[in-house]
């Protein structure tokens, strides 16, 4: 199987420094641009089949490539939404791993107040990857998501441990990532 993994283009919150989570913030003038660049890019992809999260961001990063293409399958998951950061939801970006530096918490596995851990995104994450490999294990896929599942992702992928996320290079807004899984 091969999986190429997406961040979405900028978003308005993005833009703003904000930490969207799960807020359903579409895309800057920016992130418009360069989806439509990434169109170019899709094209040597060739993907079988389409996952976007629930949120408006990732499938408008990938429209202006579909919109070149017939009939694409495209499927949302729910196990791609967002990482839920709860109170932190809308405050400027890098707050929750402040409060976690300032106060001594593991930011892999704190929650935050009525949000969700890396450790409970990564789960998901897993399961999603138990899916695809079940369900599709000879097709391209293409997985548009966010930052954190996107890395939680590749994370399992390549069989390491949530302790390490901090180790791997965050994805940026639009990037594209390519594995290779036998």
């Given amino acids: 199987m091969k999986i190429y993994l ?5 978003s308005t919150s993005n833009k703003a420094n904000m930490a969207d989570s799960q807020i359903d913030s579409g895309l800057s003038l920016e ?11 899709l094209k040597t992809v060739n993907p079988y089949i389409f996952f ?3 949120l408006a961001r990732t499938r408008q990063t990938i429209q202006p490539f579909l919109d070149t293409l017939g009939n694409s399958v495209v499927l949302e998951s729910q196990l791609l939404l967002e990482r839920d950061l709860g109170d932190f939801t809308g405050t400027p970006m890098g707050a929750f791993q402040k409060y976690c530096d300032d106060n001594n918490l593991d930011k892999i596995t704190t929650r935050p107040p009525s949000g969700e851990s ?3 995104v990564y789960t998901k994450t897993v399961q999603f990857l138990k899916d695809l490999k079940n369900k599709y294990p000879d097709k391209t896929v293409l997985v548009c998501g966010s930052k954190n599942n996107l890395m939680c992702l590749q994370i399992a992928i390549e069989g390491k441990n949530i302790s390490d996320y901090y180790s791997f290079p965050p994805f940026k807004t639009g990037e594209l990532r390519r594995f290779e899984i036998v």
């Fill in 6 to 10: 997406l961040r979405h283009a900028e």
């Fill in 31 to 41: 992130g418009q641009k360069c989806a439509e660049e990434l169109s170019e890019e």
């Fill in 52 to 54: 976007v999260s629930p």
């Fill in 118 to 120: 890396l450790e409970d």
